[in-house]
């Protein structure tokens, strides 16, 4: 059953949220990837949010670029963390979707990684810190991991 | 009957509305202001755009500071034309609301004015000049301001 | 008889007003093209503005870079709705755009729109919703539209 | 008879445009100011700038805040040098204008200076240095002031 | 014993943190707070994150401003989840700290909430939505809110 | 003898600044232009802006990238109008440059105008409009080159 | 003698310049300040730079704001290091001075600090980890504060 | 025996850091040139920085893109003289390194210099500015070049 739900605003955004599918793999964490929009099909973000924790999901990650309200309207209707990838789709290449996910108001917080292919990556890698308290598994995979990184 | 909803995302964002508010006054545009959280209240915004048709409005108009989602969700859940006001509230200064109601992604269009009381007021001139394609009363009275401003 | 007048600061706009026409085309919402500059056919763009009603046209949308005044221009000599939409035509990629189509002061509405591609379709898109206010078969097309989406 | 014409956006821009008369009366420049709004006033902008010849004016300095079409505007209906002020009168604190101001298209220029109470200074030391091709009394007192700032 | 550390950079840091440590006593979450400088303390920092997982903190919050390597400084050194909060202490007003804070390399992420006191705020809500996946009665005490919030 | 000193800052300016040249070629006015650097050739660039009202030179316009001081340093040294053209030759694309332009402190003015070719053009465009009030041919070369603009 | 030379481009740039020089005093760095804008008083800026080495100045410390080409102004004249501060004195609040230190040219640099205060500061530390280099004491009394700071 | 310590964040910064190199050789500085993660090892930057002075380095250069905390952690454990080259490998192309090396806070300086090539060509010349301090021979080397450069 996954743990982690992925979510990509668009089919285009898939490029970029393979760099985070690679790396939940590569943890061996279940997830699984859907794509929706926020403003196009509205209806099935709530859904998709509302179902999410009986579906066994404890973590969302939402990329999005442009206007990029997915991450926030997911954590609109959840209580999960939700973690949101600012993509640099648009023709302002990205720190428009950087503060759309960034500047949550008060009360529904939002886990925002770097623009692009870098926060893509550390989506799963943060998901896999979050997921770590609860799970020794995963926490062994991720501390592996950047013992790893450490040596270089 | 309320022709415009003006919908504010918070309470604090009371003072740029009210010059929305007196604008619609000036005009004689009959309208309705509710404070709606797009991420505190999801349902509530849901529940208020699905409506707003049966209700009689024809224009909403939406003012949001910070990720400033307000006027693309509302847009999400209707085809009425929706106005996005970005207000400077954050600590970004109203250059994130600016670009969050700007960057909308293609099918779901928001219509952005100017940050703060400029674009409140705007807000307000808009509808009246998209109001007046239907309302010659309103078109009237857009026409006699615009010639009042001509005068200077 | 054309509801909208299209408008375009260059010629080398055309490639992202297409994007407008062919939303507009899809939505069967009639329409006329031209190319006129702000700041190079003043008086050209003045006599436009003022015999747009008379001639039927009821929205206006202008695509500019830079400066990009156009689309304030037009709202200066007419009352008619006019949709900006900002092009990444020149070095500073349309955040300048952007701003000179969203800052309009007080009294002289614009309807701003996404930079480049996205916003020339969200134009036309604009355009249908505030259309839709009088016309029950564009209403039937853009929300035809949206239920396709919705399904995704 | 004046030779310059300083046109400010709105009434509320005259602080930052004292300092351009300031500097015009210490050169001994003869001017005259006026307040004429681009998009509230376009016909009368237009009158102004077309009877600029005729009346003697031969450098124009226009100051205005936001989307600050103004000097552009002016430009548009006159082969005379424009100076263009950016102000920061709008709540993106003049970027917005500078950018306006700057990102003129090819073919009908103006001459950009620092936003706010320094460009409004500069403006009019621009206009001497350009006077001073042609009047020598301009060109004395613009060097002598110029010598005395060297002293400092 | 505290879930929850809280690491500010500087003294002056702490009106901002207040805000954080005000919503985790409303949530019941045990906290401890300090003042440690990435920069000028980097011994006592890695010190800190060292040492965190064996005192029992689960998750870490770090404030920052400016530069504000803080959050980066010690996920380099933890594997916990780091929330970062950019503050606005600098001459650039929190854009800087943004960025340093959201634009964090592959492998070692940081959780970047919004500038100032909007973030200060919701690194709370997102630690209490992370330990919610582990603590049901921290899962009980924010659901809580987010209903009472929901209610407006 | 040349009327208008054209001074890029390097070899890799060349390019833009063909535009300019081409322009005052069209226009009849005689140029000069060199390659000199305002950092690296500081005797160079003071000597030239010294001499150029002995040389007959009555505009200056110098294009530069990154820090582009050089607009600014010829007109520390020089009385007589100087043009600055902002290029998108730093890793900035061109922000730098026109900040660094524009921004000129009191008493020492310099005409900004747009980033890259754009402006490359206008600053030719902008020195006609200079030299227009003194010279009849080449107010008649730029008068009928607007005509022909406002053909389109 | 002195070993630090401090240049600020206005006298109102003093109470930044304050926590330079409180900085050097507590090091016990022996420094000279002057007033002097590259802008106005280029001749004076260049005898001050060529003029440095010879009276003993090992080090170089500038603030300017707004297009603060006296930094590079300064290097351009000199080998020896030279410190930049960018000052938030312009309407652009430090950006724009930052930019123009920042990117110097390839062969002449600069080293750019913080924007205001932060930056005042640090222009002393880093002159004297310069010094360091060569005057034990002066690495002695750098060392012992940044020991002192590490207690925090 | 290496002077200077070049460290870049990650192999794909070699490119840049090239530039650094070359200009090292041709002013016949000696170097090493390292890479290293602040994020991903710390301890071995904690390591490199700390052992600096015994292995003879007298100044560190560090190039890094993104939160680009690589050359303030550096500077965080020793009193060396640290120039940050900000690159431009993020999303952000740059601004983003820019600010996060050039906004250190107060009592830990570093030297930023220009994003990008143009900054990694004066890290080194910079580099040679302050050691020509203490080794007559680079100063010698370093004159020459910056007359070489004068010459054009």
Redesign the interface.
């Known amino acids: 059953m996954p743990l982690v739900g992925v979510v990509m605003?668009?089919k285009s955004d898939e490029p970029a949220v393979q760099e985070t599918l690679k790396v939940l793999e590569r943890l061996d964490i279940p997830y699984e990837a859907v794509?929706?929009?926020?403003?196009?099909?509205?209806?099935?973000v709530?859904e998709y949010a509302r179902s999410a924790p009986e579906r066994g999901l404890?973590?969302l990650i939402a990329a999005a670029?442009?206007?990029?309200?997915l991450p926030?309207?997911l954590?609109?209707?959840t209580?999960?963390?939700?973690?949101g990838v600012?993509l640099?789709t648009?023709?302002?290449?990205?720190?428009?979707?950087?503060?759309?996910?960034?500047?949550?108001?008060?009360?529904?917080?939002?886990?925002?990684?770097?623009?692009?292919?870098?926060?893509a990556?550390?989506?799963a890698?943060?998901a896999a810190?979050?997921?770590?308290?609860?799970y020794p598994d995963i926490?062994d995979a991720?501390?592996a991991?950047?013992e790893e990184?450490?040596q270089?």
């Open positions: 605003g668009s794509v929706l929009s926020a403003h196009r099909q509205p209806a099935k709530m404890e973590v670029g442009g206007a990029a309200a926030g309207v954590a609109s209707w209580t999960l963390p939700v973690i600012p640099a648009s023709e302002l290449k990205g720190v428009d979707a950087l503060y759309a996910i960034a500047q949550m108001p008060p009360g529904v917080p939002v886990a925002c990684v770097a623009v692009g292919p870098w926060g990556r550390n989506a890698y943060l810190a979050i997921l770590s308290l609860k926490a991720y501390r991991y950047r990184l450490a270089g």
